[in-house]
């Protein structure tokens, strides 16, 4: 049976296992879905503490549904969390309430430091090159680059069509200024292209954004953090980014140096290109 790829999936799974299970890890089961917020931020020691088991029963309880590690399974706790608290001060505080610590502003400081620094020796392993060539090859084609990105990704969207528009790449940002989204999205033309960011849990309007151009031919480029998003099923190229998290609280750090990336090589085809063009006009001279 494959592992759980989210919160709901695992609840689920949780409650159809339950009676198979041992005591031990009923009690632990119990406990772990009566304290989710707990579950989310807390060491193993304190939950093992907490729930009064040891740390092997909830290292246990992890493997026995296909979780190589406590960790992996935590990490779903935290992602539910972080989608039904997009307030930042309620994050915050379900924390401080998890974990009873309240970190100082160096702590913090040092620890997404430590992070995103983790995240970026990782970034270009985890990118495949033929994928990183074939989205430059659709975005060097396009007429125009279109892109959007809702939410937390806005700033990853507004930060590429920045770098675009100075290397002469016409681009547009989908803003949805004045809520048209669809109508900006519908504005993108045959020979244009669509870049699009969007992380868990995926912006609907970036998912009909993504809908609308496979159905209409447009090259897709999607920068995702998962090869399992509804996003990279559609897209013609999609580049899988993991950011850094601290504390429910996601960097895009990594994000922003893929596409300073995208856009400095798109920037030195096309002056290649036009370095070509010079020469072979002075040819035919």
């Not at 099923?233 to 998290?245: M, N, S, T």
Request: charged residues 25%.
């Amino acid at each position: 049976m494959t592992t759980p790829q989210d919160f709901s999936e695992l609840e689920a799974r949780i409650g159809r296992e339950y009676p198979t299970l041992s005591r031990r890890l009923q009690q632990t089961a119990r406990f772990l879905l009566d304290h989710p917020q707990e579950v989310a931020f807390a060491t193993v020691a304190k939950l093992a503490e907490q729930a009064n088991v040891t740390p092997s029963t909830l290292i246990r309880f992890a493997n026995s549904f296909g979780f190589k590690g406590f960790s992996e399974m935590q990490q779903l706790f935290r992602e539910r969390l972080m989608n039904e608290l997009p307030n930042y001060a309620e994050r915050i505080r379900a924390v401080r309430s998890a974990t009873g610590e309240t970190p100082d502003s160096t702590q913090l400081l040092w620890e997404f430091a430590d992070a995103n620094r983790e995240v970026l020796e990782e970034l270009p392993g985890r990118i495949n090159p033929k994928d990183l060539e074939h989205a430059l090859d659709l975005l060097e084609k396009a007429e125009a680059v279109h892109v959007m990105g809702a939410r937390r990704s806005f700033v990853v969207a507004s930060y590429l069509t920045y770098a675009l528009h100075h290397i002469e790449k016409r681009a547009f940002l989908i803003n949805g200024q004045g809520g048209m989204y669809r109508e900006q999205i519908r504005s993108i033309g045959a020979r244009d292209a669509l870049l699009l960011v969007s992380y868990s849990p995926y912006a609907q309007e970036s998912q009909e954004a993504a809908a609308d151009a496979k159905e209409r031919g447009i090259p897709l480029v999607v920068i995702t953090d998962s090869s399992l998003s509804p996003l990279s099923r559609l897209a013609d190229v999609a580049l899988i980014v993991h950011e850094a998290e601290v504390k429910s609280f996601r960097g895009l750090t990594a994000s922003l140096c893929l596409t300073q990336t995208l856009a400095i090589s798109l920037g030195i085809r096309q002056d290649q290109g036009s370095e070509a063009g010079d020469t072979s006009s002075a040819l035919d001279a």
